[in-house]
C-alpha cells in the first residue's frame, strides 16, 4: 500500500505527534509498505530518507503559545505536489486542524483520508469561529483516529461525530528484555520502590510520594525508595526529614536501557503524578518491563491499567493523598503474592500499546477506507451501476 | 441607477449563486461517494468475516456443534449476500438491504463459539485454527471499523441534506437518504 503521512509540526524539534509520525513510517517500510511523510523542515536538516521536507516554519502565535507552523500558497503548492507525485491509496493526516501543512493537505486531498486526533487541548471559542470554514475540509477525512479518550472526546465536543480510538504506540518489547540490576533489585525485607519522573515538576507527584514515605517507612523500615529522572535533587533532599533521606537515592537522569532495567528490578513503581496527564506511556513502560504499577487515579491513568475482562493491571489511590498513597504501598509490599499476579497482568496489559499490536489496528484503518474506494471500481461493472446515485448534479 | 448597472448587478447575483449551488452539489456529491465507498467497504469485510468463519468451523479445531452452529450463521450471512448479487446492484439505495439481523446472529453465534478459555487453547494449539481464528479477529475489526466510518459519513450525509440550499434546489437529486447500518460487531475471544 502506498501511504502518504503528514505532519504538522517541524521535524527539527521533539514532539510526541512527530516521534509517532517517525515509528509508525518506520513500521510501515519495514512491513513492505510504501511510506513518505511531508513535514516541515528547514533545508538541509538531517532527515530520514523518507521524509520530504516542506519548507521552513514560522514561529507564530497560536493556541494561546507560539508554535512553528508552515502555511501559505507556496506551502499550499508544495502540498499538492508531494500528493499528486505520491499518488498514495491513502493520505494520513495528523492532527488535522493544526493551521499548518494538515489543513492545506486536507483541504488539496482527493484520496481517502485518514486522520488522527492527538491533543485534548482546543480552544472551544477559536474552533467555533473557525467552524464554517473547516467543515467542508472535515468532510473529506473518510476515517477518524484519536490517540485517547481525551482526544476522542475532544473530536465529539468541538466537531462533531466519533472518533476510533488507536492509543499511541510503545516499543514494549525494549522494556520487556530488560533485565534486572542488582544495585536496584530488592531483597527480603529490603523491597525497593521506583519513582520516575522530573524532579523539580510538581505534577510528576515526588512531593505526594515524600509526604508518603515517614509512614511507609514505618511499617517497611528497609525500604529503598530510587529517584529516576532529571532535575536538581538538592531541592528534594531539602524537603527530606532525616530517616527519608537516608533511604532514598537520587539515580539523576539514566538512559533508556538503565531506566528499563531499573522498572524491571522494582518491587513497586509508584506513579503519583497530580494531573496533565493525557495518555499515560510512562506507566505502559513500567507494566511492560514487569514492574507492579501503584498509581494515582488520574482518568487517563486508570483507562490505561483497565484491561476490561482481566481486570485492573495496578492498584490505584486516590490522587495527592499521601495518607491513601502510604497505605496502598505498605499493603502491596506485604502481599508478595499480589505484587506477583500485578507484575504478569502488568506484562499482558502493556502489550496492548505495543507497535506490533497498534500499527495493525492502523492498517486495519487504512485497508477499511481504501478498500472502500478500491471496491467501488468493481461495483461500477455492475449493470445498473452507473445510475446509482441521484448524479444529475455531477 | 441605469438599466444596465441593475443588469451588471443581477449577473454578478446569479453567478454567485450559481457558484454556490454547484459548490454545494459538489461537496454532496462528495459526501455520497464516500458513504457509497464506506459501504462497499463494510459489505467486503462483512463476507470476509463470514468467510473466515466458515473456515474456522471447517478446520476442525472447534468441537462439532459449535462448528455446526457456526457454520449455519456464516452460510445465512453469505446467503443473503449471494441472493442481492443477481439483482441489478447491491448498492441500489445506498442502504445495507436488512442485513442488520444476520450479521448480529453471526457475532452472537461467534461470542457462543469462541469464550476467551476456547480463543486462548486455539492460539496455544496453533495450526488451522489458530489461522482461522486470527482471520476472523482481522476481518471483525475491519468490520468494526467500517460500519463506524460508514454511520460517520451518513450522518454527514443527512445534515448537509437537511440544509435548505439542497433541498429548495434539489441538489440531492434522485439519490436515496442513507441510513446508519446498526448490528452487533463486538470481538469475540477477547
Known amino acids: 500500500m502506498k501511504i502518504g503521512l503528514v505532519s504538522p509540526y517541524s521535524f527539527d524539534v521533539p514532539g510526541g505527534v512527530q516521534f509517532h509520525i517517525r515509528d509508525l513510517?518506520?513500521?510501515?517500510?519495514?512491513?513492505?509498505?510504501?511510506?513518505?511523510?511531508?513535514?516541515?523542515?528547514?533545508?538541509?536538516?538531517?532527515?530520514?530518507?523518507?521524509?520530504?521536507?516542506?519548507?521552513?516554519?514560522?514561529?507564530?502565535?497560536?493556541?494561546?503559545?507560539?508554535?512553528?507552523?508552515?502555511?501559505?500558497?507556496?506551502?499550499?503548492?508544495?502540498?499538492?505536489?508531494?500528493?499528486?507525485?505520491?499518488?498514495?491509496?491513502?493520505?494520513?493526516i495528523h492532527e488535522p486542524l493544526a493551521p499548518s501543512l494538515s489543513l492545506l493537505a486536507l483541504w488539496?486531498?482527493?484520496?481517502?483520508?485518514?486522520?488522527?486526533?492527538h491533543t485534548s487541548n482546543v480552544r472551544s471559542?477559536?474552533?467555533?469561529?473557525?467552524?464554517?470554514?473547516?467543515?467542508?475540509?472535515?468532510?473529506?477525512?473518510?476515517?477518524?483516529?484519536?490517540?485517547?479518550?481525551?482526544?476522542?472526546?475532544?473530536?465529539?465536543?468541538?466537531?462533531?461525530?466519533?472518533?476510533?480510538?488507536?492509543?499511541?504506540?510503545?516499543?514494549?518489547?525494549?522494556?520487556?528484555?530488560?533485565?534486572?540490576?542488582?544495585?536496584?533489585?530488592?531483597?527480603?525485607g529490603r523491597p525497593t520502590i521506583v519513582f520516575l519522573g522530573r524532579i523539580d515538576e510538581p505534577r510528576k507527584g515526588l512531593p505526594v510520594l515524600s509526604a508518603a514515605m515517614p509512614a511507609i517507612l514505618d511499617a517497611v523500615p528497609g525500604a529503598r525508595l530510587l529517584v529516576v529522572g532529571p532535575g536538581s535533587a538538592e531541592a528534594?533532599?531539602?524537603?527530606?526529614?532525616?530517616?527519608?533521606?537516608?533511604?532514598?537515592?537520587?539515580?539523576?537522569?539514566?538512559?533508556?536501557?538503565?531506566?528499563?532495567?531499573?522498572?524491571?528490578?522494582?518491587?513497586?513503581?509508584?506513579?503519583?503524578h497530580t494531573g496533565g496527564e493525557s495518555f499515560g506511556i510512562v506507566l505502559v513502560e513500567a507494566m511492560a518491563a514487569g514492574a507492579p504499577v501503584l498509581a494515582s487515579d488520574l482518568a487517563a491513568f486508570q483507562r490505561v491499567l483497565d484491561g476490561g475482562r482481566t481486570g485492573m493491571a495496578g492498584a490505584l489511590f486516590a490522587n495527592e493523598s499521601p495518607h491513601d498513597l502510604a497505605a496502598r504501598a505498605v499493603e502491596l509490599l506485604g502481599d508478595p503474592t499480589r505484587l506477583h499476579a500485578l507484575s504478569e497482568l502488568g506484562r499482558e496489559r502493556a502489550r496492548v500499546f505495543d507497535w506490533a499490536v497498534v500499527a495493525k489496528e492502523i492498517l486495519a484503518v487504512y485497508d477499511t477506507v481504501a478498500g472502500g474506494s478500491?471496491?467501488?471500481e468493481v461495483t461500477r461493472l455492475r449493470p445498473g451501476a452507473d445510475r446509482r446515485r441521484g448524479g444529475e448534479h455531477t | 441607477m441605469t438599466l444596465i448597472s441593475w443588469i451588471v448587478v443581477a449577473v454578478c447575483v446569479l453567478l454567485v449563486l450559481a457558484w454556490y449551488l454547484s459548490y454545494s452539489a459538489a461537496r454532496l456529491d462528495r459526501l455520497h461517494a464516500k458513504v457509497e465507498g464506506a459501504l462497499s467497504a463494510l459489505d467486503a469485510h462483512v463476507v470476509r468475516r463470514a468467510e473466515a468463519s466458515l473456515e474456522l468451523a471447517n478446520s476442525g479445531a472447534i468441537d462439532p456443534a459449535s462448528g455446526f452452529l457456526l457454520v449455519a450463521a456464516a452460510s445465512e450471512s453469505l446467503e443473503r449476500v449471494n441472493e442481492r448479487t443477481f439483482e441489478a446492484d447491491l448498492l441500489e439505495?445506498?442502504?445495507?438491504?436488512?442485513?442488520?439481523?444476520?450479521?448480529?446472529?453471526?457475532?452472537?453465534?461467534?461470542?457462543?463459539?469462541?469464550?476467551?478459555?476456547?480463543?486462548?487453547?486455539?492460539?496455544?494449539?496453533?495450526?488451522?485454527?489458530?489461522?482461522?481464528?486470527?482471520?476472523?479477529?482481522?476481518?471483525?475489526?475491519?468490520?468494526?471499523?467500517?460500519?463506524?466510518?460508514?454511520?460517520?459519513?451518513?450522518?454527514?450525509?443527512?445534515?448537509v441534506r437537511s440544509k435548505r440550499v439542497v433541498t429548495i434546489f434539489r441538489l440531492a437529486g434522485y439519490a436515496d437518504l442513507p441510513r446508519t447500518v446498526e448490528f452487533d460487531d463486538t470481538l469475540p475471544g477477547t
Open chain 1, 108 to 117: 488539496a486531498a482527493t484520496r481517502p483520508v485518514v486522520a488522527t486526533f
Open chain 2, 93 to 159: 439505495g445506498q442502504h445495507f438491504a436488512g442485513r442488520e439481523t444476520v450479521e448480529s446472529a453471526l457475532t452472537e453465534v461467534l461470542h457462543a463459539a469462541l469464550p476467551v478459555e476456547v480463543s486462548r487453547d486455539l492460539e496455544a494449539q496453533g495450526g488451522p485454527g489458530a489461522a482461522a481464528l486470527e482471520r476472523v479477529r482481522e476481518a471483525g475489526l475491519r468490520v468494526q471499523l467500517a460500519r463506524r466510518f460508514h454511520n460517520e459519513a451518513v450522518k454527514e450525509v443527512q445534515r
Open chain 1, 374 to 376: 478500491r471496491q467501488r
Open chain 1, 236 to 272: 528534594a533532599r531539602a524537603r527530606l526529614s532525616e530517616p527519608v533521606l537516608a533511604a532514598t537515592e537520587f539515580l539523576g537522569a539514566l538512559s533508556d536501557e538503565d531506566k528499563a532495567s531499573a522498572l524491571a528490578s522494582a518491587d513497586l513503581y509508584i506513579a503519583p
Open chain 1, 125 to 188: 471559542r477559536v474552533m467555533q469561529a473557525a467552524y464554517p470554514l473547516l467543515r467542508p475540509s472535515l468532510e473529506k477525512i473518510h476515517g477518524r483516529i484519536a490517540v485517547s479518550e481525551d482526544a476522542r472526546r475532544t473530536v465529539t465536543t468541538h466537531i462533531g461525530g466519533d472518533a476510533v480510538v488507536i492509543p499511541n504506540g510503545v516499543d514494549t518489547a525494549a522494556f520487556a528484555r530488560a533485565s534486572k540490576d542488582p544495585r536496584w533489585s530488592g531483597a527480603p
Open chain 1, 25 to 92: 513510517a518506520e513500521y510501515l517500510i519495514q512491513h513492505g509498505h510504501e511510506a513518505s511523510v511531508l513535514a516541515p523542515a528547514d533545508e538541509g536538516t538531517d532527515l530520514p530518507r523518507y521524509v520530504v521536507p516542506a519548507g521552513r516554519a514560522v514561529p507564530i502565535r497560536y493556541n494561546g503559545s507560539t508554535a512553528r507552523l508552515l502555511f501559505g500558497p507556496v506551502a499550499a503548492a508544495k502540498v499538492g505536489r508531494w500528493l499528486d507525485e505520491g499518488d498514495f491509496d491513502v493520505v494520513h
